[in-house]
């Protein structure tokens, strides 16, 4: 069809607000956003991250509940409340629609600026509460991920790709539908590695996966993220309680087995308790813990990295 002469400015304008605006902003609409400040975005009271859970008191533990005892310690999990997940999603999302609309209102040709500083800032703080959200959620990546690998390297590529399809979960979790992020990121996170592991027995010419025992089928439920966390932590345990005596010394081991209640009493000491016992001040215990923790640290594997004191 021919183009009239008319026609041609509004093309030209049309590309020159591609080339001004290249990248859309995206964002999981929500109804109160139009209505909304940002001060009307506070932070829940109770803060957005659980407490850690409290120490085992049973007399008697069993190994899978002193490994994630050890691990509690030596590993301070960020798990978010729900109402700081729904929070973090909120505020991102708001600040996210709030730069779109500055970029819509803005003249295409030649936008000021001050409104590309303000969408830049926003963006920039999106990004940072996209952040906060991923690593609240890392340790669901690599509880997954270690039920479909069979191999440390397979665990960190399939740790890469679970991290892949998280930071796209949470770019399209409606928060507005109350349910929990992690159970949304799950099942993204499963199909996603169930494909690769699939694609990858075909590729080898291996059994049908449907009929492989070592692709189980998972089942169909809501995964806590205390779970998942608990049961990568012992994952790491295995390793470091496989080498705690060689690892450590004497005195070392003692103040690891009473800071965490794994000296057969089931009670976590204090400092102050485990200074009196060793005729040390409090600070001394401190340095000797985070000591061993570092020791315990350097044979924890690929995991090492998320232990701290």
């Known amino acids: 069809m021919k183009r009239t002469a008319t026609s041609r400015p509004q093309e030209n ?9 290249p990248t859309e902003i995206t964002y999981v609409p929500n109804s109160g956003f139009a ?6 975005l506070q932070p829940p009271e109770d803060g957005l ?3 850690n859970p409290p120490a085992a008191t049973a007399a008697r533990m069993n190994a899978a509940l002193v490994e994630s005892t050890l691990l509690q310690g030596l590993q301070q999990s ?9 929070y973090l999603f909120r505020r991102m999302n708001f600040l996210r629609y709030q730069a779109s609309q500055i970029q819509a209102a803005s003249p295409a040709e030649r936008p000021s600026p001050r409104r590309q500083r303000q969408v830049k800032q926003l963006l920039a703080e999106a990004d940072e509460l996209r952040g906060e959200l991923a690593a609240a959620n890392l340790r669901l990546v690599a509880s997954i991920s270690g039920r479909f690998s069979k191999s440390s390297d397979e665990f960190d590529e399939f740790v890469a790709e679970g991290n892949a399809v998280l930071l796209n979960a949470i770019d399209c ?17 499963q199909r996603r590695l169930y494909r690769l592991t699939t694609q990858r027995a075909r590729r080898s010419s291996r059994e049908s996966v449907a009929s492989d025992s070592r692709f189980p089928e998972l089942p169909e439920r809501e995964l806590d993220p205390e779970i998942l966390a608990r049961e990568e932590r012992q994952a790491v345990a295995v390793r470091i309680l496989n080498r705690f005596d060689e690892t450590l010394d004497d005195r070392e081991q ?5 800071r965490f209640g794994l000296d057969g009493t089931g009670q976590s000491k204090t400092l102050r308790t485990l200074a009196d016992q060793f005729g040390l001040s409090k600070e001394r ?12 640290s350097e044979v924890s594997g ?7 004191l």
Not at 13 to 21: D, F, K
């Open 173 to 189: 979790f409606d928060f507005s539908r109350g349910y929990r992020f992690s159970t949304y990121a799950t099942h993204a996170i």
């Open 78 to 86: 960020r798990l978010l409340t729900h109402a700081g997940e729904q």
């Open 13 to 21: 304008r049309a590309s020159a607000r591609r080339e001004s605006n």
């Open 49 to 51: 991250y659980r407490e």
């Open 254 to 258: 003692a103040i690891v087995r009473g």
């Open 285 to 296: 215990i401190r340095q000797l813990l985070q000591r061993a923790i570092g020791k315990l």
């Open 302 to 308: 690929p995991l090492a990295s998320d232990l701290a």
């Open 35 to 40: 209505s909304c400040s940002r001060k009307d």
